[in-house]
């Protein structure tokens, strides 16, 4: 059973920080590509941040700058530290793993910035 769960998510005021969790459960988590992607109300789906088994990242233009992604491999977790939230940053951040034609989403964590 494969199992992604997001945590960290919640309330915070503009200019803030926020990190964000993901930690898997029933796959091979080095081997796997991660990344964040958020959805507003109202809006599609994006990718936030991604980064790769060998750590190499990419970034969203949006989130350039002020975010910053890593992973725990011995700890099976990927981070998403978030500084400098602004309101528009407001949506459910989901976590994703894919490696060859596998991928997995976690159910999401809703953050929330106000302003």
Known sequence: QVQL?????GLVQAGGSLR????ASGINFSTYALGWYRQ???KQRE?????TKDGNTNYADSAKGRFTISRDNAKST??????SLKPEDTA????????????????????????
């Open 92 to 115: 459910v951040y989901y976590c994703n793993a894919n490696w060859m034609i596998r991928f997995y989403w976690g159910e999401g964590t809703l953050v929330t910035v106000s302003s």
């Open 5 to 9: 769960v997001e945590s960290g998510g």
């Open 47 to 51: 990718l936030v941040a991604a980064i």
């Open 78 to 83: 990927v981070y998403l530290q978030m500084n």
């Open 40 to 42: 507003a109300l109202g």
């Open 20 to 23: 964000l969790s993901c930690a």
